[in-house]
Nanobody, 115 residues
């Protein structure tokens, strides 16, 4: 069982930046992927970014060029750097860890982009 805890969310103006952190209770080196999802009010949850155990990354088209996912295995932490934020980025952001067919979820962190 892996527990995940997100931090770093908050209120930011359009064009601003935030960095989300996801701290895992155990080693993330064995996880096939670490991912960030988000869910906006009234919308389905969507995959935002993925990083594999080998460091390969993938992004949703809506965030390419603005968001960056990274991992620090020594700290068992994954990050999501979010730049040039837009109001449509407003959502609860969830960190997940996948190993085989199991996926673990954090509780989520609210990000609100508004002037």
């Amino acid at each position: 069982q892996v527990q995940l805890e997100e931090s770093g969310g908050g209120l930011v103006q359009p064009g601003g930046s935030l960095r989300l952190s996801c701290a895992a209770s155990g080693s993330i080196e064995s996880m096939n992927t670490m991912d960030w999802y988000r869910q906006a009010p009234g919308k389905q949850r969507e995959l935002v970014a993925t990083i594999s155990s080998g460091g390969n990354t993938n992004y949703a088209d809506a965030v390419k060029g603005r968001f960056s996912i990274s991992r620090d295995n020594a700290k068992n932490t994954v990050y999501l750097q979010m730049n040039s934020l837009k109001p449509e980025d407003t959502a609860v952001y969830y960190c997940t860890a996948r190993t085989g067919s199991r996926r673990y979820w954090g509780q989520g962190s609210q990000v609100t982009v508004s002037s």
